[in-house]
């Protein structure tokens, strides 16, 4: 929540993989990373419940299994869903957690990375709250830089990707309004002293999947 106001501290990730400046909701759906598993990838995605519609709980609720599936007939479609992300970027730019960076959260599925495949096991998910086809607000960008800069000085990032470059065909999200270009120059803008070069890759292209 706090990244709205200007004046507080950078957000950071502790030792349990927890940003105490986010809002915590813990989501049941998650579980171990293999021993031993580098965490060095993260995936920016999008949603929105209902569909291009914002500002509602519905987006905590389907990550923590309690979505009130009469709130609205798209729903429906959603009830054997136990899906999770490890953050949530709103609107506003304020922050919710659902699962610990150490832990597996349910975001990717079926996924391809390099050589790499279910890379759930080997990353972190982010969730702007939007949409294919319409631009993210700059709050968001603000604050999922933030987030990137601590993600990345806790776990060393090699690279970050979009869902639709690691599932492509069966995703599309960010999708064509997330300004990748944007997101890396104010990543940069946000770290100053320190070389563009200690970010991670930006893979923004399909990646194979692997026979
Ligand atoms: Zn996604």
């Known amino acids: 929540m706090v990244p709205n106001n200007p004046a507080s501290e950078p957000l950071r990730i502790d030792a349990h993989g927890w940003c105490p400046q986010a809002q915590q909701l813990r989501s049941p759906n998650c579980d171990a990373r293999g021993a031993g598993t580098a965490i060095d990838l993260l995936v920016i995605h999008n949603i929105s419940l209902p569909p291009q519609q914002y500002g ?12 009130d599936f009469e709130a609205d007939p798209y729903f429906d479609q959603l009830r054997a869903l136990r899906v999770s992300s490890h953050f949530v970027i709103r609107r506003d730019g304020s922050l919710q957690q659902f699962v ?10 079926i996924s391809q990375f390099g050589e790499r495949s279910r890379c759930n ?3 972190i998910g982010i969730e702007l709250e939007g949409c ?9 960008y603000a604050c999922l830089c933030q987030l990137s800069h601590a993600l990345h000085q806790a776990h060393r990032l090699v690279a970050v990707t979009g869902h639709q470059h690691i599932a492509p065909g069966r995703k599309t999200d960010p999708g064509p309004c997330f300004d990748w270009p944007r997101y890396h120059a104010q990543w940069i803008a946000g770290m100053p002293g320190e070389a563009a070069t200690a970010l991670p890759l930006f893979v923004t292209v399909e990646q194979k999947t692997q026979p």
Do not use: C, M
């Open 100 to 109: 610990s960076t150490l832990q597996r959260a349910w975001h990717a599925g």
């Open 56 to 67: 509602g709980p519905y987006i905590a609720q389907l990550f923590t299994n309690t979505l």
């Open 132 to 140: 294919d086809v319409a631009p993210f607000s700059d709050l968001q």
């Open 121 to 123: 096991d080997f990353s």
